[in-house]
């Protein structure tokens, strides 16, 4: 009988490499591959022999945040090969043989020592009582870590500034968070990644929270997982957390998960780029005339290029032979819209409009839509002027990115009062991940002539909110969760009309903007059906994908209607 053991990945996983590698020395394990879905190992043996191979090779292969599914399915021959897999860099934050014992360094999982980080104390013992001390008696203590300084919070003593919750106790996720058993597994994932989540209702009263989404993981060295465990020990849930460095921090479209942003990176290059250094996005890219290396930079932008192009660039260049693309590039603070390459030149097929204006000046707008439009903000002005009022208290002006136009969102149905855009916009996300159903009502912008083609006109939508909210027909959390939907059909549209015109080989996300979950679940699943998605992996959204695409973009080259 022969056998082959599937674990389909999302990207490399250097430790499954490592395990296929040790288990070919099992006298069963006939070959073992690596492939772009994952990594295989095929054997041969009896029933009795293969079940107890089974059930060794369940128990060795932990999970990884970038598994996708694992399977055995019965084969005829085998495909792979007796020849070790490259390892690579595991990079690990801990395992299972080593989590208890953060002063030594780990074969399996090459994680080093921790002990450079106990700060003068002398033993583990202390170092963990001290800081719990810190915590529990003056409600916050501050950690120098392997991933940088960083302060802790119990939840009664965090504010609005504190946007990630670190969990002391991995069984109480389920129940606090707004979580399946998909992101459940990831945050327990070897890597100890953050995902972006809402809390339910019980635990933002039961802890005063003052955000409706928050970064959310679990501990990812060996001395902050031994505070986390003497905190649960003391009945402490999860405490709030401010750091320095740069996490891991994932989303999911379905059960496939999806890097928003990347500790490091480096590629080996198939076309000389333009320039051999660019910076974009918080991300230095330099060639050295073989392979590009990304690293974070605090120093600004280099040169002027359309981020949306560097995009487009950044992921077309990860293949051999560049494929015929369009980008549907949406950013909080840039150029956003559908882009596509034609010849020289790009060209936005749809964009969004960069106008900044007041939130009540906004509003008002809605009546140069017509009479049904003045009609429907004059019953607003006579029976409901507070909710003008709320809008003119918002200082800020807004663009008409999809943050800004969430943000209004919130505001005009009740969901925030927050003068701030983000976390208005998180009320409208949080609000949406907590919807039940498919259903919900239908809110569509449209568009309008704009410099450089067609635009998005928020307006319509706006107006559809506001009729829904005087007409009390809907939850709130209907309407957040049919903004998001709405939206999502009226762009994959003319992400379709495009792919039709033009017959694209693939249709690349980027930008900031999809660190929103619901807008990328909705997005992918919607796309999906009928055009080839590419996500950015092994890249970002946003930094690293726009970096790398800034070496191949000729600099000052505007886009063009």
Known sequence: MKLRFNFNTAQQVPIYARLCNQFLQHPLVMTIAETERGYALEAE?????????????????????????SGIEAIDQFDGDALALNEGKLDLPYCRH????????????????????????????????????????????????????????????????????????????????????????CLSGLEKPQLRLAPRQAFIEQHQLARALYQVQLADDRLTLALTERLAQHGVVAVAMRSQGRALQLSHCDTLPIALSLPGFRHQLTHPPLHQDARMGGIHAHWDGERVQLSPTTLPDSGDCLPAACALEGIRQLDRVPKRSAVLFLSENQASGLLYRDGNEYRWLVSLDRQWQTPAAWLASVAELGSSAQRMLERVKTHHPQWLEQLDQQPGQLSGSVRDA????????????????????????????????????????????????????????????????????????????????????????????????????????????????VLLDRLYRRLDRNVQIRLPAPLDFAGASLALGALFVARAEPAVA
Request: aromatic share 6%.
């Open 406 to 517: 969430m943000a209004m969102a919130a505001w005009l149905i009740g969901l925030s009062q927050d003068s701030d855009p983000q976390r208005a916009a998180d009320a409208l996300v949080a609000a949406a991940l907590q919807h039940g159903s498919p259903v919900a009502p239908r809110i569509d912008a449209k568009l309008k002539p704009g410099p450089d083609g067609l635009q998005l006109d928020w307006r319509p939508a706006f107006q559809s909110l506001l009729c829904y909210r005087l007409a009390d027909g809907e939850s709130s959390s209907a309407l957040a969760y049919g903004f998001v939907d709405s939206l999502t059909d009226f762009l994959s549209q003319w992400v379709e009309q495009l792919d039709a015109d033009y017959g694209l080989e693939q249709v690349i996300l980027a930008g900031d903007e999809f660190a929103n979950p």
């Open 45 to 69: 043996g009896d029933e009795a022999q293969l079940s107890q191979l089974a059930e060794l090779i369940g128990n060795a292969f932990p999970v990884s945040c970038w598994l996708i599914d």
């Open 98 to 185: 080593c989590q208890d014992q953060p002063l030594q360094g780990c074969r399996h999982c090459d994680s080093s020592s921790d002990d450079h980080w106990l700060q003068g104390e002398n033993s583990l013992e202390r170092w963990v009582q001290r800081h719990l001390d810190g915590l529990l008696l003056e409600g916050h203590t501050l950690l120098e870590t392997r991933h940088g300084r960083r302060e802790l919070r119990l939840l009664a003593h965090s504010g609005i500034e504190d946007d990630t919750l670190l969990f002391c106790q991995p069984k109480a996720l389920a129940e606090s968070l707004h979580i399946g058993r998909v992101g459940q597994l």
